[in-house]
């Protein structure tokens, strides 16, 4: 499967921005996605993953209350709603997906999913 991440852009702190991963090459139901970021000289961090079929959803404690993620099969696309963005949301925001879903204990390694999108930039002023 084929990840496309969009929808990064520069916004001021408080704003929000909502970003799109979108799939082709398999059917995209099958698969458990994740929203990952990073910044430069630093690991790449879990922000939030969901199960097929919205069947669950876990968000990283540092965007708790702030981040919401959801996903249209029908559209083959998952999506990451930031609300309340703060400058150290600023990071590369990289999309992944795994057949299935990973066990619990593994949701936010990056190390479980299998496929990844190319990252797409969010900037926060201010």
């Known amino acids: 499967v084929q990840l496309q991440a969009s929808g990064g852009g520069l916004v001021q702190a408080g704003g929000s921005l909502r970003l799109s991963c979108t799939a082709s090459?398999?059917?995209?139901?099958?698969?458990?996605v994740g929203w990952f970021r990073q910044d430069p000289g630093k690991e790449r961090e879990f922000v939030a993953a969901?199960?097929?079929?919205?069947?669950?959803?876990y968000v990283g404690d540092s965007v708790k209350g702030r981040f919401t993620i959801s996903r249209d099969n029908a559209k083959n696309t998952v999506y990451l709603q930031m609300n309340g963005l703060m400058p150290e949301d600023t990071a590369v925001y990289y999309c992944?997906?795994?057949?299935?879903?990973?066990?619990?204990?593994?949701?936010?390694?990056?190390?479980?999913?299998?496929?990844w999108g190319q990252g797409t930039q969010v900037t926060v002023s201010s």
């Open positions: 992944a997906a795994k057949a299935g879903f990973p066990i619990l204990s593994a949701v936010r390694r990056p190390d479980s999913y299998d496929y």
């Open positions: 090459g398999r059917t995209f139901s099958g698969y458990g």
């Open positions: 969901v199960r097929r079929a919205n069947a669950g959803t």
